[in-house]
């Protein structure tokens, strides 16, 4: 299997541009995580998916952030109308449904820059 | 919040020596794991170790191990004979019956030759 993948590694966007991260879990993986890391927060936890259900999205910061997942070998995360202070590496990451103490297996991330 | 908390921002070892890194966590759920992941200038997160709460044992991988400690709700990660390649960011991580996964903020880790 490939891993996760996201797409695109790297993004460079100006202030008010839409941004849509992608994400392709692991076939077989019921779970989808998308995180968030900066230096000052750590990762933080925006959203997670349990077959393609959103179950908890309480970490999303604002409603300028939304999160799809239209089916199980895709999501995407949305940040429109993009700021510097969303400038990040965001993370997406796939586990298992049915085995509570399997890891997730994480993507390689998308560091965004916001100017 | 249930929250995991490193209070340890940097840590440095000399190379072939041992280092704890400390983790502590809150949780009001009886069944849970804990998990240890390793985050080199890469940036790709890498699975270390994992510990099943209901397990008394402490879980072993060559050569980390974890010293968990239930009661005081405490999950140290151990490396013995450090190599210069585990020189990275260290997270803890805590996934509940509610199947969130939450990270600490992370401790960083120099190995010095």
């Known amino acids: 299997d490939a891993g996760v993948i996201q797409s695109p590694r790297h993004e460079v966007t100006e202030m008010g541009q839409e941004v849509t991260l992608r994400c392709k879990p692991i076939?077989?993986?019921?779970?989808l995580f998308w995180y968030r890391q900066t230096m000052m927060r750590g990762l933080e936890l925006l959203i997670y998916?349990?077959?393609?259900?959103?179950?908890?999205d309480s970490g999303m910061p604002e409603d300028r952030f939304s999160a799809k997942m239209p089916n199980a070998s895709f999501s995407t995360l949305k940040i429109q109308p993009s700021e510097p202070r969303d400038s990040a590496v965001y993370f997406c990451a796939s586990s298992p449904w049915d085995r509570a103490n399997t890891e997730a297996f994480f993507g390689q991330g998308t560091r965004l820059t916001v100017v | 919040a249930q929250t995991v908390t490193q209070s340890q921002p940097e840590m440095s070892v000399q190379e072939a020596e041992t280092v704890t890194l400390s983790c502590t966590y809150d949780t009001s759920e009886s069944d849970y794991y804990l998990f240890w992941y390793k985050q080199p200038p890469s940036r790709q997160m890498i699975l270390v170790i994992r510990?099943?709460?209901?397990?008394?044992q402490n879980a072993t991988e060559n050569r980390f191990s974890v010293n968990f400690q239930k009661a005081a709700k405490s999950f140290s990660l151990k490396i013995s004979d450090s190599q210069l390649g585990d020189a990275a960011m260290y997270f803890c991580?805590?996934?509940?019956?509610?199947?969130?996964?939450?990270f600490g903020k992370g401790t960083k880790l120099t190995v010095n030759p």
């Open positions: 991580a805590r996934r509940g019956g509610s199947e969130k996964l939450v």
């Open positions: 998916f349990n077959n393609n259900v959103p179950i908890d």
């Open positions: 076939s077989g993986h019921n779970s």
């Open positions: 510990q099943e709460a209901y397990k008394q």
